[in-house]
Each structure stands twice: as C-alpha cells, then as structure tokens.
C-alpha cells in the first residue's frame, strides 16, 4: 500500500486528485499538504492535513517520517501569467522547491510525481502535433522552470535512482477549484460567466488553439503515471498528455448548445496573447498512449456538458 504525501493539496489539481488518491489507497494513506491557510473541510477532514511550505525542508521531512510516506505529487507552483509578475518568486517556489522535493526524496526513498506543461514548449517549438521530443525553448519564467523541471527530475532518476514521472499537462478545466493566474484560465471563467451573465469577455483571439483537459482525465494521467510498469517507459520526465484542442469561438459555440443566448466577446490581453501563442496549438501524446495506455475520457462536448451541470449546481 503507498503512503502519499500531496504537496500543494489545495490547489486547482490538488484539490481533486487528493480525493481520488483517497478513495484508491485509503483516506489514512493519503496526507494532504499545503501552505493556505483557508483549506476546505472536506481535505482537512476526510484524511491527514498538515500545513506544509514547500521551503520548508525541515517540516517536510518530518512529515515524510510521520507518514512513512513513499510516493510526493509536488503540485506547487506559480502559473504563467502570475510568473510573470514576480518572475525571481516563482523560480523559488517552481525550482527551489522542486529540488527541496528531489533532494528529501532521494534522502527517504519517495517516488515523485510534478506536473510540466504545454508551457515548457516556446515559439520555436513545431506548434502543430507538437512531438514528445522536440525543440523546448520557452520564453516565460513558468515555462523555463517547467523545462528545469523536467531535466532535474530526470537527473535525479539517472544519478540518484529517484522514481521521478511526469506529464505536460494541458490547460485544465474544472469546477472545484479555481486555477491561479494561468495564460489557460479562460476556458475556466467562460463557464462561470456564462452561468451567471450569459456572455463572456475573453482575453484571447478567436483563433487562439490551446490544448485542454478536463480535470477528471489530468487526475487519471497523474495517478495512472505513478502506477504504470517501469519497465515500459522509454520517457520519464515528462510525458505530453491531452485530450482535446480548441479556440474560444469553438468552445464558446459548445457552450451556446447548452445556453442559446451566450455571447462571446473580446478584450485582448497582449501579455496572455504572447504566451499563448509562444506554446503548441496542439500536441502529439501518442508515446504516453504506447509506454502506459493513456486515453482520456472526455471529448470536448463531454466536458462542456458536465462542466455546467457541475456548476450549476454550485453556483444555485
Ligand atoms: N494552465 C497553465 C497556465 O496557463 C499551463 O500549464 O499557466
């Protein structure tokens, strides 16, 4: 049975992925860890909580021996749009506290799961069908870190024997928690907008193709990552993973099957427009279909469709 440790268990991902690591291993298996203050009762609750700073190596470790804890998801991060505002921050918290994650690791034998992302490409990478192994020169602190990333993670596992995996996540889409100063968010605040105002005002062009995810398959790719067979990965660090591309018209043309009077407008955000544009319209994933059987689950109009049921819901 693996003992988890979630760093970052409050946020976006990590709110979700705790619940289903829960139900797979067991609540007591699985110790949510976090630097907000304001958690949901339902994290704190139904399993270990522990109030954690990914700086903090000291507390980690003694976390890590409370727990007897073998298997670290270190989801903590500064997005892209936010990177940019307080880029030598988000190196700290993206890269110091990665090698924080790597270093207790390899000291207490712990598997690492960390998210990379679409924003580890740039604009020299091939944008359409983007390969597994490409050029990855990217021009945001976050998608600098995501590349570092990948690369220490993969060093640890070379040098130090470290179970390091990962996947370039898509941006993701979900009900549960907001995501914080993504170039992604859009496709996020479109449903709350358009659930409560009927229109929305997007910072991207139309024109604008993204890869996305809802977040019921990214929590599938990061738990399914750590359970697949060694032996048949050829790439650790990290694999590409999607499930749908799209612009905003399409996605607001899905939107409008479900609300007949949803309008769509624009007030364009350059900064977002750049990054946005610096990363792939949409990525080949099929090394991860072949060395561990990633498929998703949700098409686009799947998605849209429980999207707004979910929130609805919520939002009443
Ligand atoms: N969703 C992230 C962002 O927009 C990309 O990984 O920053």
Redo the contacts with the bound molecule.
């Keep these: 049975m693996k003992n988890i440790l979630v760093l970052g268990a409050s946020g976006q991902i990590g709110s979700e992925l705790v619940g289903e690591l829960r139900k797979i291993y067991g609540d007591s298996h699985v110790v949510g860890g976090d630097i907000n203050l304001n958690v949901s009762c339902e994290l704190k609750e139904s399993g270990p909580y522990e109030y954690l700073d990914i700086r903090d190596t000291e507390k980690i470790v003694t976390v890590i021996k409370k727990y007897n804890i073998d298997t670290i998801y270190n989801l903590v991060a500064l997005?892209?749009?936010v990177g940019e505002q307080k880029p030598q921050f988000a190196w700290e918290i993206n890269i110091g506290g990665l090698m924080n994650t790597l270093e207790i690791a390899r000291e207490h034998k712990c598997a690492v799961f960390t998210p990379s992302?679409?924003?580890a490409f740039g604009p020299s990478t091939p944008p359409d069908h983007t390969p597994q192994d490409t050029i990855m020169r990217p021009t945001t602190i976050?998608g600098i870190s995501k590349v570092a990333g990948e690369l220490l993670s993969d060093y640890y596992y070379l040098k130090y024997g470290v179970d390091t995996r990962s996947v370039r996540?898509?941006?993701?889409i979900s009900y549960k928690t907001l995501?914080g100063g993504?170039?992604?968010?859009y496709a996020v605040e479109i449903f709350y907008e358009a659930i409560k105002a009927k229109k929305y005002t997007c910072p991207l062009p139309g024109g604008t193709f993204l890869d996305m995810m809802y977040m019921p398959d990214a929590v599938k790719a990061a738990i399914e990552i750590m359970e697949a067979d060694p032996s048949a990965l050829k790439h650790r660090n990290s694999f590409n993973v999607t499930a749908m591309s799209f612009d905003p018209e399409i996605l607001a043309a899905e939107i409008k099957k479900h609300i007949p009077g949803f309008t769509l407008s624009y007030d364009i955000n350059p900064t977002l427009v750049k990054i946005a544009n610096s990363w792939p319209n949409s990525m080949d994933d099929s090394c991860a279909r072949n060395e561990w059987g990633w498929k998703p689950d949700y098409t686009l109009a799947d998605m849209t469709s429980d999207m707004l049921d979910k929130l609805k819901e919520k939002l009443k």
């Design positions: 997005l892209s749009a992302s679409i924003g976050y996540f898509p941006g993701l995501p993504g170039t992604t968010d």
